[in-house]
């Protein structure tokens, strides 16, 4: 069973930038769709983007493209997600999962193995 640890959250300023971190420590993620997914306080769950097996095909949430990317190194078992430009409505605690399958855009049903999240606060 994949057991996914994301890292990187902190509190940063409008404007700036973070890059986190989604580690597997025990399989491969080689052959697994990543996502990345955040949740504010009161709001529901949303996907914020993707990232096929094998790298190539992504998909990123409106409300994100242009200011993230998602990124795989599979030797390293890790996907990464750059935030820049972050603003203040992107403050949610941000979590990672593997599904199995690859649809744009994703479907979150899809999803399983969620990591316990890491917090971002965008604020001044």
């Known amino acids: 069973q994949l057991r996914l640890a994301e890292s990187g959250g902190g509190l940063v300023q409008p404007g700036g930038s973070l890059r986190l971190s989604c580690v597997n420590s025990?399989?491969?993620?080689?052959?697994?769709?990543i996502g990345w997914f955040r949740q504010a306080p009161g709001k529901e769950r949303e996907v914020v983007a993707s990232?096929?097996?094998?790298?190539?095909?992504?998909t990123y949430a409106d409300s994100v493209k242009g200011r993230f990317t998602i990124s795989r190194d599979n030797a390293k078992n890790t996907v990464w997600l750059q935030m820049n430009s972050l603003k203040p409505e992107d403050t949610a605690v941000y979590y990672c999962?593997?599904?199995?399958?690859?649809?744009?855009?994703?479907?979150?049903?899809?999803?399983?193995?969620w990591g316990q999240g890491t917090q971002v606060t965008v604020s001044s």
């Open positions: 990232i096929r097996s094998r790298g190539g095909s992504t």
């Open positions: 999962a593997a599904s199995t399958f690859y649809s744009d855009p994703p479907n979150l049903a899809d999803f399983h193995s």
């Open positions: 025990e399989f491969t993620l080689e052959y697994f769709t």
